[in-house]
């Protein structure tokens, strides 16, 4: 699946407005530092499963999008990158997996779903989703080891669910920083992470170098490491932006300036990898992916709830941008290709450790605080192979039933 332009399909389109509202089967969930609306396929209408371009137009309706004022008032998105999401998720039709799991990043102002990449977050709430709408079979009590195939990008994730009384055990003492309440802890666990030769946009190192310069317009030239590993991501060092390392949301999403000087370099770098024909198509069609992220070294900060994060506890500081804005925590795939890129020497990120590079699992400071993330990798026959990365996070349901659409976006007006 793919970005798709469906202005042809937007709301504005539908002249003849159906009276009668379609009732369809959703659960509304959050997964670490995310929130989406989780289907099945066959939770949707007949009539769109089939039809991409038609499902793609009643997944935004759900969500209220696209929504020129920004707000997604009249449907299940909260406005921001984190909470403008959809999943889809089926029993795999693989031998090696439970569950095949698709991801779509919804824009909430442009008619634009972009299904080319993964979501760390949402991730760790497909497995229980999947538990509790009887799509794979779990023990009564203690772990239960869900295989996902994540279909977007072709990627295999092991997800360990506590399970309590028969159910998924949702509540806990796992505080997981970016989310307000404690809840159980989820581990995931990303296998073979890194993109490979002839996989979309090329090899974990699309350029095969782990340090590329590109000319990118206002900016001139900036060193960068392009890696596919979780996500596409693009990491420069936050000095080479003119930024420390240490902002918060308002610093960057209140400045027009410098998010469309951040475009202009993710556009850029999307090129780059062979993910985009040209940097206006990359901003057009491909929002979710790559992301762009920038590293500094520990520093001490005050968080988005104003608890301080001292130097001490963290190995880096780091922010990620998504969907056009900084995001508020650090997206999950983002800390997986972060910690793949700290771990194979000459990268961005991997240079500020210095030449012993990390050690085990890093601590990343990022808006909300603080997290933890580790990948396994190897030099073979002088290419660079990761194993697995590692994280934790938590999930839980907020609703379970219907949510409704008007019945213009199961049957379209022709």
Same mark, same amino acid.
């Given at each position: 699946?793919?970005?798709?332009?469906?202005?042809?399909?937007?709301?504005?389109?539908?002249?003849?407005?159906?009276?009668?509202?379609?009732?369809?089967?959703?659960?509304?969930?959050?997964?670490? #530092?995310?929130?989406?609306?989780?289907?099945?396929?066959?939770? *949707?209408?007949?009539?769109?499963?089939?039809?991409?371009?038609?499902?793609?137009?009643?997944?935004?309706?759900?969500?209220?999008?696209?929504?020129?004022?920004?707000?997604?008032?009249?449907?299940?998105?909260?406005?921001?990158?984190?909470?403008?999401?959809?999943?889809?998720?089926?029993?795999? +039709?693989?031998?090696?997996?439970?569950? =095949?799991?698709?991801?779509?990043? /919804?824009?909430? !102002?442009?008619?634009?779903?972009?299904?080319?990449?993964?979501? $760390?977050?949402? #991730?760790?709430?497909?497995?229980?989703?999947?538990?509790?709408?009887?799509?794979?079979?779990?023990?009564?009590?203690?772990?239960?080891? /869900?295989?996902?195939?994540?279909?977007?990008?072709?990627?295999?994730?092991?997800?360990?669910?506590?399970?309590?009384?028969?159910?998924?055990?949702? #509540? $806990?003492?796992?505080?997981?920083?970016?989310?307000?309440?404690?809840?159980?802890?989820?581990?995931? !666990?990303?296998?073979?992470?890194?993109?490979?030769? &002839?996989?979309?946009?090329?090899?974990?190192?699309?350029?095969?170098?782990?340090?590329?310069?590109?000319?990118?317009?206002?900016?001139?030239?900036?060193?960068?490491?392009?890696?596919?590993?979780?996500?596409?991501?693009?990491? /420069? =060092?936050?000095?080479?932006? $003119?930024?420390? &390392?240490?902002?918060?949301?308002?610093?960057?999403?209140?400045?027009?300036? @410098?998010?469309?000087?951040? !475009?202009?370099?993710?556009?850029?770098?999307?090129?780059?990898?062979?993910?985009?024909?040209?940097?206006? !198509?990359?901003?057009?069609?491909?929002?979710?992916?790559?992301?762009?992220?920038?590293?500094?070294?520990?520093?001490?900060?005050?968080?988005?709830?104003?608890?301080?994060?001292?130097?001490?506890?963290?190995?880096?500081?780091?922010?990620?941008?998504?969907?056009?804005?900084? +995001?508020?925590?650090?997206?999950? #795939?983002?800390?997986?290709? *972060?910690?793949?890129?700290?771990?194979?020497?000459?990268? @961005?990120?991997?240079?500020?450790? &210095?030449? &012993?590079?990390?050690?085990?699992?890093?601590?990343?400071? +990022?808006?909300?605080?603080?997290?933890?993330?580790?990948?396994?990798?190897?030099?073979?026959?002088?290419?660079?192979? @990761?194993?697995?990365?590692?994280?934790?996070?938590?999930?839980?349901?907020?609703?379970?039933?219907?949510?409704? @659409?008007?019945? =213009?976006?199961? +049957?379209?007006?022709?």
């Amino acid at each position: 699946m793919r970005a798709r332009n469906l202005a042809h399909l937007c709301p504005g389109c539908f002249m003849n407005r159906s009276s009668r509202q379609i009732a369809v089967r959703a659960t509304y969930m959050r997964g670490g #530092t995310s929130k989406g609306v989780f289907f099945t396929p066959e939770d *949707l209408p007949e009539a769109v499963r089939d039809a991409p371009a038609l499902r793609d137009a009643l997944l935004m309706r759900v969500v209220g999008s696209p929504d020129p004022y920004g707000k997604q008032i009249d449907g299940m998105g909260g406005a921001t990158s984190s909470t403008s999401k959809v999943v889809l998720v089926r029993r795999s +039709h693989r031998a090696d997996c439970d569950v =095949d799991y698709w991801f779509g990043a /919804v824009s909430v !102002e442009r008619p634009v779903i972009d299904w080319s990449g993964n979501c $760390g977050n949402l #991730t760790a709430a497909v497995a229980p989703f999947a538990i509790t709408r009887g799509l794979v079979e779990a023990p009564a009590e203690g772990r239960a080891v /869900v295989r996902i195939w994540q279909a977007n990008i072709g990627r295999k994730i092991i997800a360990h669910v506590p399970m309590q009384g028969g159910e998924v055990q949702e #509540t $806990g003492d796992f505080e997981l920083d970016g989310v307000s309440f404690p809840a159980a802890e989820i581990r995931l !666990e990303f296998l073979d992470p890194a993109a490979e030769e &002839g996989s979309d946009g090329g090899a974990m190192f699309p350029s095969g170098r782990p340090i590329d310069v590109l000319e990118v317009p206002g900016l001139g030239r900036i060193e960068a490491t392009l890696i596919d590993a979780g996500n596409p991501t693009i990491f /420069v =060092d936050a000095a080479a932006l $003119g930024f420390r &390392g240490t902002e918060l949301q308002p610093e960057i999403n209140q400045d027009e300036a @410098v998010l469309a000087r951040c !475009e202009s370099l993710r556009a850029c770098g999307a090129v780059a990898m062979g993910l985009a024909r040209t940097a206006g !198509e990359a901003t057009e069609s491909r929002p979710h992916t790559p992301k762009l992220a920038f590293v500094a070294p520990p520093t001490s900060f005050t968080a988005s709830d104003g608890r301080r994060v001292e130097a001490e506890a963290i190995d880096l500081c780091a922010r990620i941008l998504s969907m056009g804005k900084l +995001h508020h925590a650090m997206t999950g #795939t983002g800390a997986i290709a *972060l910690a793949v890129a700290a771990a194979i020497p000459g990268t @961005v990120v991997s240079r500020l450790f &210095g030449a &012993g590079g990390p050690r085990g699992e890093i601590r990343i400071g +990022h808006p909300s605080g603080r997290l933890t993330v580790g990948a396994a990798a190897a030099c073979l026959g002088g290419a660079w192979r @990761v194993e697995r990365a590692t994280m934790s996070r938590s999930a839980r349901r907020l609703m379970d039933g219907y949510v409704f @659409v008007p019945g =213009d976006y199961v +049957h379209p007006p022709r």
